[in-house]
């Protein structure tokens, strides 16, 4: 579960109202997880995508692999291995580098090194590029909403590294909503996430009340949607 001094609950109100109460928790980021998913595109199955937490030497490492289906090869372009480093601190996420490889077609290896020191961010070809507030990496950002607060993460501006540049993405207004996984029946809030300057770019993720794990993520990329569903969590 995760470290959280001082946890604020959010409560719906029968108006659809978010209210908040402070009550004090004692909670802590899991050293080792693994969440399996269901992979499509459009509908059309895709395979599985395991997003994976673990802990070692006071640093937290997430891996994601994508392993597409043979009969997915045609429609999407390959499997993706990605590894973020991170620490948490005073309560928040840290990113500390960030590696993405695509090992078939149009095969890449990006990876970014964020110096919190000097508040520069170093690629793998050299490029270096100012490190923003609130940066976060693709690969760890998802497990960032088990230290957030809920009730007030409306209007939080995530600067997302994708291993060779910044994207921004605004938190809109969250939903309570119940939602029905292979993994099981969630009660959940529903987190939309717009890209800021494009109005046809969003991420959208429900996480689990109880546990705050991401039990579906959806990217709209101009209307075509890639789905992750949870199939199941193992520790």
Same mark, same amino acid.
Request: glycine share 6%.
């Given at each position: ?67 597409? *289906?043979?009969?997915?090869?045609? !429609? /999407?372009?390959?499997?993706?291995? %990605? ?31 964020? *110096? ?10 050299? %490029? ?7 940066? /976060?990496?693709?690969? =760890? ?8 607060? !809920? ?18 993405? %605004? ?16 009660? =959940? ?10 109005? *046809?770019?969003?991420? /959208? ?31």
């Amino acid at each position: 579960m995760i470290t959280i001094r001082h946890l604020t609950c959010t409560l719906l109100l029968a108006a659809g109202v978010f209210s908040t109460v402070t009550c004090v928790a004692q909670v802590t980021l899991p050293k080792s997880l693994v969440l399996e998913y269901e992979f499509t595109l459009a509908s059309i199955p895709l395979g599985k995508v395991e997003k994976r937490l673990r802990f070692m030497d006071d640093t937290y490492i997430a891996d994601s692999v994508i392993k597409p *289906n043979s009969a997915a090869r045609l !429609l /999407y372009s390959g499997e993706v291995d %990605e590894k973020s480093v991170f620490k948490v601190q005073d309560n928040k996420m840290i990113s500390l580098s960030f590696h993405a490889v695509r090992k078939n077609h149009k095969p890449y290896d990006r990876k970014a090194v964020f *110096n919190h020191q000097n508040n520069t961010v170093v690629y793998s070809g050299g %490029e270096t590029e100012t490190l923003r507030k609130n940066t /976060y990496d693709l690969g =760890s950002f998802p497990f960032a909403f088990l230290l957030e607060d !809920l009730g007030s993460i409306e209007n939080k501006v995530y600067q997302i590294n994708t291993g060779k540049g910044y994207r921004a993405y %605004e938190v809109l207004k969250p939903e309570r909503q119940k939602i029905s996984t292979p993994a099981g029946d969630f009660d =959940s809030t529903k987190i939309t996430l717009k890209r800021q300057g494009k109005d *046809n770019r969003f991420y /959208y993720v429900w996480l689990a009340d109880d546990t705050h794990y991401p039990v579906k993520i959806v990217r709209n990329k101009k209307g075509k949607k890639s789905t992750l569903v949870l199939k199941s969590v193992s520790r």
